[in-house]
């Protein structure tokens, strides 16, 4: 499990053997059935975690109304940082959606992450800035393109989840209802 992990690390930056030990013992494999929790809604966010199997979805509860804004598949993290980082209750929610393995690491031992590993740090940021990056193209798109195209680029960015999730997850994320999910499905079928 732990190999998959170490793998994306050495893509980045330079790890050896002693500091390949210590992420093996720095991070917890810890199994969620389908419709179990990573993060509720209330809770602060204790944990980052590395998808090893499954599939997670990101949403908010607004007003009773769940809106999804993201996914994590393998080879992702999950995390929410906005209550990780400053150890504050989460307005979000990471939800498994199939039975999952995920690698785990708490807060203090990320801070042991980063000051042990020559380039601890350096992933780290990698990492963040990742997310950042994924994080403003979202809200861009959410505000600028059109249903059709946030579609098309849940298509492109999650081409093996159209046989995985429920298609009322895919509507909430890309901002419409689940019948004009599937005329932009039906038009977008009749374009190619």
């Not at 995920?102 to 997310?131: H, M």
């Amino acid at each position: 499990m732990i190999g998959k992990l170490l793998e994306l690390i050495e893509k980045s930056v330079e790890v050896n053997q002693d500091e390949k030990e210590l992420i093996t013992r720095l991070f917890h494999e810890k199994k969620y059935g389908k419709g179990d929790f990573f993060l509720n809604e209330g809770d602060v966010c204790r944990n980052v975690g590395f998808m090893v199997s499954g599939v997670m979805r990101y949403y908010i509860n607004d007003d009773g109304e769940e809106k999804t804004y993201g996914f994590a598949q393998e080879s992702d993290f999950i995390c929410n940082n906005e209550s990780f980082l400053p150890q504050q209750p989460s307005r979000q929610i990471i939800q498994s959606l199939e039975d999952c393995t995920v690698l785990v690491i708490g807060y203090d031992d990320l801070q042991k992450f980063y000051s042990s590993l020559k380039s601890g740090e350096r992933f780290g940021r990698l990492v963040i800035e990742k997310v950042f990056v994924k994080t403003l193209q979202g809200l861009n798109s959410f505000y600028t393109d059109s249903p059709e195209l946030r579609y098309e680029k849940f298509i492109k960015e999650y081409p093996d989840l159209l046989q995985r999730i429920p298609q009322y997850y895919i509507a909430s994320y890309v901002g419409v209802k689940p019948q004009s999910l599937s005329r932009i499905r039906s038009r977008n079928l009749h374009k190619k």
